[in-house]
Every structure is written in C-alpha cells, then in structure tokens.
C-alpha cells in the first residue's frame, strides 16, 4: 500500500476511534498502553471493578480502598480522559511535593507516555515535574503540605491521591480550585486509618458503594468480606497450612476458587448502601485481587494477633477498613479506672505539692490543665515521669494569655509547658513574665527519642510529638493519675481523639504516629505539656532520653 494512501487510512481509523470514544472507559481501551507483567492495551479483565466507577459523572467521587487494587490507574486515566476529550486543566495532588510528585512523573507519567502514541502526542510540553501542557489544557501535578502550590490554578478536577496522607486544612484549600467551573469532578481516593478521619469522613457521607457479584454456587449476589469470607486453616503464622487458606460464599458458605474470579466477578456490579447521597463513594478489599492469593491474606491476619503494625496494615491497606488497635488511645474505661470518688476538681483547690501546667491554644480558647505532682512511695526508678504520680486538680479554658498569670500565682506552678502557636508572641510574652518557669512547645517527628531545649531560643523546647503523647497517655493506662469525679465531658471528649497509628517507614521499619482528625484535642495536649512540665520542674530538662519502655 502506498505510504499517502497508508496514511489516509490511518487519518480514517482514527477518526472514527475518536468518533467511539463516549465514556472515560472507552478512552483508556482505546488510547492507554500498560507496560510490566501484562503489557497492551488497557483493558478491564484484571480489574473489573474499576470500569463503572471510569463512567461516573458525579461531580464528588469518594474511593475507600485496599492498597493496589487498581485506583490511581483510574485517577490517571479520569485525568488523561479530561484533558483530552475535554479540553479542560486537571490538578493531581499527592501527600507531598518530594518525593511524591517526583516519583509521579517517574513511575506514572513517563510511562504512560512513552508506552502510548497517543499520549505522547497530546502532551506538548512534559519537562516540569509539576507543570504539563497539553495545549490549552494542562496538568498540575502537586504536594498537599504547601498552600501556596495550590493557589491560582483554575482547574475542572482534582484527583487526591492518598488523602489520608495529607494535610486535610490543604484539601478544603484545594477543593475550591473549581469552584469556577460549570463542569467538575473531584475524586478522593485513599486507603484509610480511622473512623470519621480523611477519607472514611468522606465515605461516610457518600453512597457507600459495595462490589456485588453472583455467587457461582447458589446464583445469589454477595460480597467478599471479612471475616465470613475467608476461611483459615490454621492459627499458626509458620505452618505450611496457611497455604490452604481459601474463600467462600457469605450465603452458601461453599468455596470460591481464586483462580476463577475472572468468571464470577466480571459481570459484578457496584450496590449502593444509599440512593439519595449526592456524594458518589466506593470501597473495596484485597480479597477481590486477582494477583492477592488468600493464604497471603491469611498471614498478615495472623501475624495482626502479635504485631500492632501488621493488624493495622491488615485492616487499612489489605481490607481498606478503618480500624484503631486496641490500646491505641485512651477509652472511657481507663478514664473510670483513674477517677476518685473523693477527688473534686475546683478553682479553689489549693495544692500541698508540686504543680505543673499545660496550656494549649485554641482558636477561640486557650485550654489549660494543672496537675499536682506526688513521688510514688515505691519503685526505683530515677525518671520522674515514671516515678512520680499526679492528680488533676483543674481543667478549663481562658480567654486571654493574660488570665494565666493567675494560674501561675494561685495554682504555685512550678513549671508550665504551653503551645507556640499561634500565638507565640502572647506566648512569649507569658514566659518573660515568668522567667525560668515557661517553656514554649514545638513538635518534631522522626525517630528521635529526645527532647532538646533549642540554644538561640531559651525560651522553646523541642518535643517528639509521638514519644510525649506515648508517655503522656501511659501515665493514665498505668493509673498513675487522679481523676475528679466531676470531670468534664469536654476533657474526656478531647483526651481520646488522639489515636496511634501503627505504620512503616520508606525502610519497611515499624512507625507511629498520633493522628486526630478534625476533632478537637486540646485538653489532650495539656495533658502532653503536662507532662513535660514534669521533667523540668524535677530538674531534668535538658535533652533527655524518653524511657525505652514508654514506647
């Protein structure tokens, strides 16, 4: 065939491929190439349940997921299709600009690009790591952690990618980047970590999706949950038994083969929880893997009984659940376990021993709690947050910085940890008033298991936010705190936000970190300057070690 003729065809075939492309599922089939084990052309067989939710026009999408079950591939291909067919700019946010926005453009978008002619075509100008240009059209690719990277962009969608990772005060900032647009959609997607946090808060308020597919066995539609449909063999996490490890039918309780979830899960279809949410929101577990044997499943959920990393692991990434460890936060019964009958709580208290003080800074209040510090009759040990016990003898807010001072002189503080922001320069005020007897609290994290007092700055303490909550919350578990009865519903509302989420770093290596969600926690904070306070009114403020067992 002649190369003109060749080409005329060509110009025809792509036509009338541009002609047949309707839907966003009918883009990806049509111009996305996928490389590593399974190579060509996208297509749905391996993934199912991502083709309807391709489709969706909702201008609000909420995905609940599993780790790797398919859902970035659907954030880029939503974006790739806008871009395209609609002409219109996209906004894809990732937790952060290093190295999340990076990796993004190395591992997503570069091969997509070089994989599909296509795309290769559409992009004019790929050379910023946060900026593509597709004609009128572009891609913003950004890190959730900077305000100002998210301003000024006019876009038609956003895609946030691993929400639960982000900073959600960054996200609201985000969101209104389409407020201008008579055509938008937003897409929240992230595996989850607790209740009412991040994406689960979204969920939450949205359809609640749940894919159902015809059971081949007794012809009637169920899911695949746990733990009605995992079966384990074995309670074991090193016996060979694991391998047996199988699913089942909710209904009929006979047994699913993984090797044929490409026959009764193909034709499954996405079952709203409620019909009458304007919010379009899915969720789905690793059990529907194709690549997830069971036996893998069943590991990880044995080793969860032993290992507080590996049941959440477990729960967030393999069942796209939300889920707290047990003892990751305070309850109301370790609450009830500190307080005594014959312990009230007044402002006209006054104390017999050493008082500390922790003040937290709201956004109309400044929260405060004052302890009286005892030394334990028994026990060796030279730490005095191990060593000592404390009563809460008053909890409550202030309006001004100013009030504090009677606090201080009323309550004989001889130590006050309070907040730096956002007031730090009431703050730091408040400290040259009572020189020597204040510190100005900063968090850190990392893996550092000190506090130091920065030397330019004689007034700020650095606290490991993880390690001072840990201590500060295992001096309740422990009962080493006298609780009044009168206690208020607001203090113990704000002392149990704080949840432990277990996790791992970069190098697989177990983490923790406190996390709170939009629910307030301030009392739970002068709880943790409280008990900084300790140590330097004991004397021992100067970089010290957190106790190995607190952690």
Request: aromatic fraction near 12%.
């Amino acid at each position: 065939m002649h190369k003109l003729e060749k080409d005329f065809y060509d110009q025809i075939r792509k036509a009338l491929i541009r002609k047949s492309v309707v839907s966003c599922s009918s883009w990806a089939e049509n111009y996305r190439v996928m490389g590593g084990e399974r190579p060509g052309p996208w297509r749905f067989s391996r993934h199912p349940w991502l083709k309807v939710p391709h489709n969706w026009k909702d201008e609000y999408q909420v995905y609940q997921k599993a780790a790797q079950m398919g859902f970035t591939e659907l954030g880029l291909n939503k974006t790739f299709y806008f871009i395209d067919i609609k002409g219109a700019s996209v906004l894809y946010v990732l937790p952060t600009k290093h190295p999340d926005a990076t990796d993004f453009s190395t591992s997503r978008f570069g091969p997509a690009l070089q994989m599909s002619p296509h795309l290769r075509n559409l992009f004019s100008d790929v050379s910023n790591v946060g900026h593509k240009r597709a004609g009128s059209a572009n891609l913003f690719v950004r890190g959730s952690r900077t305000r100002s990277a998210m301003k000024s962009l006019p876009v038609s969608m956003i895609v946030f990618d691993e929400l639960d990772e982000m900073d959600q005060d960054n996200v609201i900032l985000a969101e209104e980047r389409t407020s201008g647009q008579e055509e938008r959609q937003i897409l929240k997607i992230s595996t989850p970590t607790f209740e009412k946090v991040g994406i689960n808060a979204a969920f939450h308020l949205s359809s609640q999706h749940y894919y159902s597919f015809k059971c081949p066995h007794c012809g009637r539609f169920t899911v695949l949950d746990y733990p009605d449909s995992l079966v384990i063999p074995t309670d074991d996490a090193t016996s060979t038994k694991l391998y047996e490890s199988y699913y089942i039918c909710k209904l009929c309780k006979k047994r699913l083969e993984h090797d044929l979830k490409s026959t009764y899960l193909v034709n499954g279809e996405w079952v709203p929880t409620y019909t009458d949410r304007i919010i379009k929101g899915a969720t789905i577990n690793q059990f529907y893997s194709f690549v997830r044997k069971p036996w893998e499943l069943a590991l990880i959920c044995l080793q969860g009984r032993s290992d507080p990393t590996a049941e959440q692991e477990f729960y967030n990434s393999k069942l796209g659940m939300v889920h707290t460890v047990e003892g990751a936060g305070i309850t109301d019964a370790d609450l009830r376990d500190c307080e005594s009958k014959s312990h009230r709580m007044d402002i006209k208290y006054k104390p017999s021993s050493m008082t500390v003080m922790g003040v937290d800074v709201g956004i109309k209040k400044i929260h405060v709690s004052v302890e009286e510090v005892f030394q334990k009759k028994s026990g060796i040990s030279h730490d005095p947050n191990l060593s000592t016990k404390t009563k809460l003898i008053w909890a409550g807010t202030v309006d001004q910085f100013e009030e504090l001072d009677s606090y201080m002189q009323h309550f004989r503080i001889a130590f006050c940890v309070v907040d730096s922001n956002p007031e730090r320069r009431k703050a730091i005020e408040f400290a040259q008033r009572h020189e020597g007897r204040v510190k100005l609290c900063y968090y850190i994290q990392g893996n550092s298991g000190k506090y130091v007092t920065a030397s330019d700055e004689s007034y700020v303490v650095q606290a490991h936010r993880t390690a001072w909550f840990d201590l500060a919350f295992s001096r309740i578990r422990r009962h080493d705190i006298i609780l009044p009865y009168n206690l208020s519903e607001e203090y113990k509302r704000h002392i149990k936000v704080p949840i432990r989420h277990y996790g791992r770093d970069p190098m697989g290596n177990p983490t923790g970190r406190y996390l709170s969600g939009k629910d307030d926690d301030h009392f739970a904070h002068t709880r943790l300057y409280a008990e900084l306070a300790i140590m330097f009114a004991s004397g021992k403020g100067v970089s010290q070690d957190i106790p190995a067992g607190s952690l």
